[in-house]
């Protein structure tokens, strides 16, 4: 087969955005041309998507940074019934998260879901909480770190959860918003973009399976050193809630 032009190039761009629901990013656009015309230098690929909607004004819209969509296609389908089919499946989702702190991305020593416990704030309380701290068997001791977390299954509820996390800032070192990979493209591109600003960890999930959740790390988070006194009220309610669970995280 003959070597694509750019003006062939972007045409058969436009037609991959406009048959794809929820846009397409960069990346993926140029791969997916790439793999089925592998005669056309990658490079020229590359140099012809970069300002598709440029090119195409009216037609193909950036509405983030490395997403293309089509003009009249990047709007959700049936938002309140999508949000209220997930959301009541959100619980399922704390425990498996729990773990992959401690285990996959290993910040956390002890892990627990917390979400739904019981403890009252007008500041929220974080669905799993986790603690760093030093073991037994380590040789330099360190001082306890906690991590916290919101977990949300609905994809449209992405700017509550990040406002919810980022108020964990104030008892916590590190804070994680885990989000459903069903969020819009456009959505995840800003959430990326709020986390590396605020230090925010971003994680998305698969919220088919709570069994297999496929959590896929965007953004890890970053360590912050919070307000003392909001780190012993928090502590405070942890322990007036559960002693055993007090225990298990900061003794």
Do not use: C
Request: overall charge neutral; aromatic content about 10%.
């Amino acid at each position: 087969m003959a070597k694509l032009t750019v003006r062939e190039i972007r045409e058969l761009a436009k037609n991959i955005v406009a048959q794809t629901p929820g846009g397409i990013r960069y990346k993926a656009l140029v791969r997916q041309i790439s793999q089925t015309h592998p005669e056309t230098p990658i490079n020229t690929i590359r140099g012809s998507l970069w300002d598709l909607d440029k090119a195409f004004p009216g037609q193909v819209l950036k509405p983030s940074r490395g997403l293309f969509v089509w003009a009249g296609q990047n709007q959700p389908v049936d938002q309140e019934a999508a949000a209220t089919t997930i959301a009541a499946r959100e619980s399922d989702f704390y425990e498996p998260f729990a773990e992959y702190l401690k285990t996959d991305l290993g910040e956390a020593t002890e892990a627990v879901a917390l979400g739904g416990a019981g403890i009252r704030s007008k500041w929220g309380t974080p669905d799993v909480v986790g603690v760093f701290k030093p073991l037994p068997s380590d040789r330099v001791k360190f001082n306890l770190e906690i991590i916290s977390a919101e977990v949300k299954s609905s994809p449209h509820e992405s700017i509550v959860a990040f406002g919810q996390a980022m108020a964990y800032r104030l008892f916590s070192h590190k804070v994680y918003l885990v989000l459903p990979s069903t969020v819009p493209e456009e959505d995840q591109g800003r959430i990326e973009a709020l986390a590396l600003l605020f230090g925010a960890g971003f994680v998305l999930f698969d919220p088919k399976d709570p069994e297999n959740p496929e959590f896929q790390v965007r953004v890890r988070a970053q360590r912050f050193q919070p307000d003392m006194f909001y780190v012993n009220e928090f502590a405070d309610r942890v322990h007036s809630l559960d002693r055993r669970l007090f225990n298990q995280l900061f003794q």
